[in-house]
């Protein structure tokens, strides 16, 4: 079965600096791996996805996220962060053959003016 | 608009009172999930359904049942609920074809207290 572990539950970061959220994922085959963003109070929206090929992968509002297979990591990154980030995210794993996702617990970002 | 659809979205029951969460796609979608949502552990996947009449569990399924009688539907039933059941349900459907692969399309959620 594959799992998730998200090792920061909670980063404050100041507006206009970088940001990168931690993802460490355990699946024996090469996975499918997603990263959403929760704002307060509204449901989940996917951010990038990583399927195969370019383990460089650009999403939605500025982010970016690096597949390392030796690492088994799926880092999320912003070089400059805004107000407007501050949300939980939240990393997952899927397997193709039926789907399953699991998720990781989550990360809160604080964004300081 | 593609959308999944659920309700009710803010739902406050007592113990042992059955209620049902409904939840609708217009995706044609094959593969549908409901999570529940709770503070520090992430969405953890209740049950999951690959077609109609096809439902399995998924890694926390007691005290929840479902059913898939057609496609677009998926409704997760609380029997008995009880406190313990309180949280933030998500229901999902699943793109199977590309570019979307895999991806899951989110409902907004429905918050279900149960005193």
């Known amino acids: 079965a594959q799992s998730v572990t998200q090792p920061d539950i909670h980063i404050t970061v100041s507006e206009g600096a970088s940001l990168e959220l931690r993802c460490n994922y355990s699946y024996g085959a090469t996975p499918y791996l997603f990263w959403y963003v929760q704002s307060p109070g509204q449901g989940l929206q996917l951010l990038l996805k990583?399927?195969?090929?370019?383990?460089l992968v650009q999403g939605i509002k500025g982010f970016e996220a690096e597949f390392k297979r030796s690492q088994s990591s799926f880092n999320l990154r912003k070089p400059s962060v805004h107000w407007s980030d501050a949300a939980e995210y939240f990393c997952?794993?899927?397997?193709?053959?039926?789907?399953?996702?699991?998720f990781g617990a989550g990360t809160t970002v604080t964004v300081r003016a | 608009e593609a959308q999944v659809t659920q309700n009710p979205r803010y739902l406050i029951t007592v113990t042992g009172k059955k209620l049902t969460v409904t939840c609708s796609q217009n995706m044609n979608h094959e593969y549908m999930s409901w999570y529940r949502q709770d503070p520090g552990l992430g969405l953890r996947q209740i049950y999951y359904?690959?077609?109609?009449?096809?439902?399995d569990k998924g890694d926390v399924p007691e005290g929840y049942k479902v059913s898939r009688k057609e496609k677009r539907n998926f409704p997760l039933i609380l029997e008995s609920p009880s406190p313990n059941q309180t949280s933030l349900y998500f229901c999902a459907s699943i793109a199977q074809g590309a570019p979307n692969t895999g991806e899951l399309f989110f409902g907004e959620g429905s918050r279900l207290t149960v005193l």
């Open positions: 359904s690959m077609n109609v009449e096809v439902t």
């Open positions: 997952a794993v899927g397997r193709s053959n039926d789907y399953k996702l699991s």
């Open positions: 990583y399927f195969s090929g370019d383990t």
